[in-house]
């Protein structure tokens, strides 16, 4: 008859591995679903920073009906320079007070590189406005016709001057 070596059982700090390694793996998969749903919101967050964002569709009829001017942002996910306006301008309290007293605001999202078209809307504002850069702020009367243009973002204090400058047109 053969003899059959058996493999000892590992005691000891080796026998914990797996269970230890399998308990991290865990923990790190509940913690990125939990950044997953706590994570600050790109340019799609329509409850972005402190500014009332109104839907694009609306944004004509309320600024006529409230006498306000019509403010579009126009931004992409995928925009650096946006996100920092989005940080720095649209969380600021001047700035969002500046917005509500003038402007009927409103985003407007380009997702041609995320889903390689964008809504009917989007591309007939992107072409009316000859929207080149991102972020671009667009004043308009209700009408439609531009007021005020701001390509790019300059920081804090020439965004200010822009929106004072066309809430008083």
Known sequence: ??????????????????????????????????????????????????VKWQQLESTASQA????????????????????????????????????????????????EREDGKNTPLVDELQKRYAVRAFPTLIAADASGREIARMEGYGGRDRLVKFLEDAGKK
């Open 1 to 50: 008859m053969d003899k059959i070596d058996a493999v000892p059982a590992r005691v000891g700090p080796q026998a914990s591995f797996p269970a230890i390694l399998l308990g991290l793996l865990a923990a790190a998969v509940l913690l990125r679903i939990v950044a997953g749903f706590t994570a600050p919101k790109g340019p799609s967050d329509s409850g972005l920073g402190l």
């Open 64 to 111: 006529g009906r409230q006498g306000k001017a019509i403010l579009y942002d126009f931004t992409a996910a995928w925009c650096a320079p946006c996100h920092i306006l989005d940080q720095e301008g649209w969380g600021d309290q001047r700035i969002a007070a500046i917005v509500t007293d003038h402007f009927v605001a409103a985003r407007v999202i380009d997702r």
